[in-house]
């Protein structure tokens, strides 16, 4: 169903060899745009096509010929943008066999547009007057609401009070032996969400952007839930899992990882254990203590076999919580209990949702306001989706962006007249549809979610720069590219196709998380379509699967061992994705790349690009966390259009090029990486937007205009970014703690007053000058601020020499004398603040009324020096989280933290016993959420420990 996508892309692909560089000759300008024309009026009759036209299998079959046709439009292109680097002879000779293969190519659109007359149902080729102006209406209303963007707030539960207490009780169940506690349920119907909810209600550990703070409070607002269980740990499982994996992750959730060995070595030192030595680990930590173990989305009985010997049952009333879509699956791992099914949700709780997503704008009585004119046409909506949450939540997104209007949702409904009574097709239909209604720009921008595997966390960031680096990102005046990727993110969440996982302070998408289903619809329409090819775990085999073979991306995920001769010379993107795992560990909170090296992916991808053609297609090369024991080396044949770079986290030591860098490259991310020095050639590239170092100097250029992201460069030649244009740069990050002892650089914080569209700005040196401050007071754009190192001089400066915006303040090991909060609290935008690594010297910090007014979250840490924080009333009236860690002379409570009425987490690592104590009496009368970890890590208690 992209294909209507795939030739609006090829259109305008098609305009932009009119407005680049590009020379266009003699009669080939002529015959490019004869092209183009051919293929918008194939446009228009994709257009007309709705989604139930779509369906049937000879309708099916003239798209893959459209598929065809576009894609063989595409290579022509990128052929002919290739030539441009040759001598004018060999232009000329080139233009007659371009002009030759258009003429080929407008034949077989003309064929096409034959065989639709014949083989297809009409099509009505006229609508209503009425319908017409109301589809126009609704485009209008699409337009202005893509503008606007409204931010929705926290995803809404609605529904699962009655089921979170139900298991909630079996958990709390007065037996003494341990029990399995199965819920199974179709994939959608919110077995996650439910867990989710109930492990965040007893666990003092969140699962990380699945926090649902108003409902804890109702069901336990005193936190006492919270110590029953002496340790939780959540582990998904998923469909194809590694066991190892799901032991390390099960440790690392467990805080044991850190007292087995050092926290940087401990994953790479037990994957050399053998994994019954590690289930012995477990076996016996586990056994003296009080335990919740969730495993999430089980598929297969031999994961529970493989498991169940970790879990012991000491008769002290341990439990484990199973999901599962599978009842069989369910019932295998408690033969004496009915698994709990999950129920769907009545038509009232599904009109709940779903008008809570289409109107989020509440009543009083904090009900949705819907007009009465679509009461009726919203019931009969919900009807379809047989009361699955996610069906509800994905409808309700599609919906939402629509004009609010009764044909409108007639037509919509209209589109849904399925005769099938089976509650996962329809559900799976309803993701389709949702789909389809995509607009054209950003279907494909969704078919990329489907590259990453199942669960994982998506950074918006290199998200965004990977739609860039494909050029699936259309130029829009007045906006950079990135802020349009941004935007089009925005739409997917919006329409409820991706979960936020985190925001920042200025409420940009941070992180997102695909549900398995839409990863799955994603994967299938983008394998259908060419537009990607995943690989898993089945080996690829060339005669067997030549449709994948011609795939325009690849994205290789665990266990993929045979992959020889697989390379096609016109693909444009290939994403690797070695096993392993980012752990955001129970006893830091510190997240870790865990790489599996059981697999040797350094041969793999050897094989994969063992040929003799040239790879000029290739637009991206994400090679994240591939490492090989010895550093690799690697040398890439012409990959002359590359535009995006990822080697993190990897032990490359040299760029892999053969030749001379790509003059196109956007981004190149070489950070953990063992490249020390980067070719000169780098420092030419006009184009490069986003540049990740690894704590080298920088070079003199006075080309990199484009520049956004400068991360991570050595400041020692940091007089040298004086003779840099970087005027359009907006994050910037200097790292000099390890190369000089002070950032003495008169011109770099001069330099500093020039870079007026910053609006991220970190310096890491043992010595900062307070200059800094003043340097960028006049910065409207400067959100985020940090600092550190020792300032001086020792104390902070006005409130007038602060960036008038900053939303993000962290200082660490400032030093300062002078309590930083007197003036801190006048920021009026602060959101975020993070005082750490002795940031103050001070032995009392006092927070005066009015002071703070909208920050949401604070941060101490490693104050070594303070004994007493005072809260005044009037202080903090937003502030939603207070950290406090590892603050050694902090003995008692905060002073007047009871005025702090929004407060809703308290965190406290590494705190005094007698601290932890005073909070544990403080609980017991506030409803807040308060998560203590011990000074020490878990002792393991195994017999050979």
Not at 369 to 397: F, H, S, Y
Not at 698 to 714: F, I
Request: proline share 5%; hydrophobic share 40%; with cysteine.
């Amino acid at each position: 169903m992209s294909e209507d996508a795939l030739v609006f892309y090829i259109v305008n692909k098609i305009g932009d060899l009119f407005t680049q560089e590009i020379p266009l000759i003699w009669k080939v300008a002529d015959d490019v745009e004869s092209l183009k024309q051919e293929l918008q009026a194939l446009e228009i009759f994709l257009n007309k096509m709705d989604y139930k036209q779509r369906q049937d299998a000879a309708t099916k079959n003239w798209l893959s010929s459209v598929r065809d046709v576009a894609y063989e439009a595409e290579d022509l292109i990128d052929t002919y943008s290739l030539e441009k680097r040759y001598a004018p002879a060999t232009r000329i000779f080139h233009s007659y066999s371009v002009n030759k293969q258009i003429e080929e190519l407008k034949s077989k659109i003309h064929e096409i547009v034959e065989r639709r007359t014949i083989y297809m149902p009409k099509l009505h080729e006229q609508r209503s007057e009425g319908s017409s102006s109301i589809a126009a209406a609704d485009q209008g209303h699409l337009h202005a609401w893509r503008r606007s963007f409204p931010h929705l707030g926290d995803d809404v539960v609605v529904g699962f009070e009655h089921d979170a207490n139900l298991i909630v009780e079996r958990l709390l169940h007065s037996k003494r032996r341990q029990q399995v506690v199965a819920i199974t349920g179709m994939g959608g119907a919110g077995k996650t969400t439910l867990v989710a909810m109930v492990y965040n209600l007893v666990s003092r550990f969140p699962i990380s952007g699945r926090t649902y703070f108003t409902r804890l409070k109702e069901m336990d607002p005193r936190g006492e839930l919270q110590n029953h269980f002496d340790v939780c740990a959540w582990v998904p499982v998923h469909q194809d899992p590694d066991i190892m994996d799901l032991l390390l992750i099960m440790i690392d959730q467990l805080g044991l990882s850190e007292s087995m060995n050092s926290p940087t070595v401990a994953h790479s030192y037990l994957r050399r254990w053998h994994i019954q030595r590690l289930k012995e680990k477990l076996y016996w930590f586990l056994k003296q203590r009080r335990y919740l173990i969730v495993l999430d989305d089980i598929w297969r009985k031999e994961v529970w076999n493989q498991l169940k010997p970790v879990l012991p049952n000491s008769d002290n009333g341990s439990r484990i919580i199973v999901t599962t879509q599978f009842k069989d699956v369910a019932i295998y791992h408690n033969p004496g209990s009915e698994p709990y099914e999950m129920r769907p949700l009545n038509e009232d709780d599904s009109w709940r949702l779903f008008s809570t997503k289409v109107f989020p704008q509440l009543t009083p009585n904090h009900q949705p306001i819907c007009p009465r004119e679509l009461k009726d046409l919203g019931r009969q909506l919900c009807r379809k989706c047989a009361g699955l949450p996610l069906a509800l939540v994905v409808l309700g997104g599609l919906v939402s962006i629509k004009l609010k209007h009764p044909l409108v949702w007639s037509k919509l409904l209209d589109n849904m007249n399925w005769d099938s009574t089976d509650d996962a097709k329809q559900c799976l239909e309803i993701l389709a549809l949702s789909y389809y209604d995509l607009p054209y720009d950003i279907k494909f921008c969704f078919l990329y979610l489907g590259a990453f595997p199942k669960g994982s966390e998506i950074s918006a960031s290199k998200l965004t720069k990977l739609w860039i680096g494909e050029e699936l990102i259309p130029k829009e005046e007045g906006i950079t590219l990135e802020g349009t990727a941004s935007n089009y993110l925005e739409e997917l969440a919006q329409r409820c196709l991706v979960e936020i996982v985190k925001r920042g302070p200025d409420m940009s998408i941070k992180k997102v998380r695909v549900h398995d289903l839409l990863g799955d619809l994603a994967k299938s329409e983008a394998r259908e379509s060419r537009f990607l090819w995943v690989e898993t775990i089945i080996s690829i085999e060339e005669e067997s699967k030549p449709q994948e073979m011609a795939a325009r991306r690849m994205a290789l995920h665990q266990r993929s061992d045979v992959l020889t001769g697989i390379f096609d010379e016109k693909l444009r993107a290939l994403l690797v994705f070695p096993t392993g795992r980012i752990i955001q560990t129970s006893s830091n909170k510190r997240k870790r790349w865990f790489p599996n090296w059981s697999i040797d992916y350094f041969k793999i991808f050897q094989n994969i690009i063992r040929t003799d053609k040239r790879m000029e297609f290739l637009r991206v090369l994400e090679l994240n966390g591939f490492r090989k024991n010895n550093n690799p080396e690697l040398h890439i044949k012409g990959m002359t259009r590359l535009r995006y770079l990822g080697l993190k986290d990897t032990n490359f030591a040299m760029l892999p090029f053969s030749g001379g860098i790509p003059s196109h490259l956007q981004t190149l991310d070489i950070r953990g990486t063992s490249i020390t020095e980067l070719p000169s050639e780098v420092w030419t590239l006009s184009k490069l937007r986003h540049l990740y170092l690894n704590s080298m100097s920088l070079l003199d250029s006075q080309v990199l205009r484009n520049m956004q992201t400068l991360s991570e460069g050595a400041s020692a030649n940091s007089i040298r970014m004086s003779c840099m244009p970087l005027h359009n740069l907006q994050t910037l990050k200097i790292d000099a703690d390890r190369d000089t002892p002070k950032i003495t650089d008169s011109k770099l914080v001069g330099y500093l007053n020039f870079l007026r569209s910053l609006n991220s700005l970190t310096l890491r040196a043992k010595k900062i000058p307070q200059e800094v401050f003043t340097a960028t007071s006049a910065h409207a754009k400067l959100h985020k601020l940090k600092l550190d190192g020792t300032l001086q001089p020792d104390e902070l400066c006005g409130i007038e020499n602060f960036a008038p915006h900053i939303t993000e303040l962290t200082l660490s090991r400032s030093n300062l004398k002078g309590e930083p909060t007197q003036i801190l609290g006048q920021l009026k935008n602060l959101r975020i603040l993070k005082l750490t690594d002795n940031a103050c010297q001070c032995r009392e910090i006092s927070c005066s009324p009015g002071s703070f007014p909208n920050l949401s979250y604070l941060k101490i840490s490693n104050l070594s020096h303070l004994a007493l924080l005072n809260i005044e009333p009037g202080s903090f009236p937003n502030l939603m989280c207070l950290s406090i860690h590892c603050c050694t002379n902090l003995h008692a409570v905060p002073n007047g933290l009871n005025h702090v009425t929004t407060l809703q987490v308290l965190k406290c690592k590494e705190m005094p016993s007698s601290f932890v104590e005073e909070i544990n009496d403080w609980r017991r009368t506030h409803p807040v959420r308060v998560i203590i970890q011990d000074r020490q890590p878990p002792q393991d208690l195994s017999p050979t420990a």
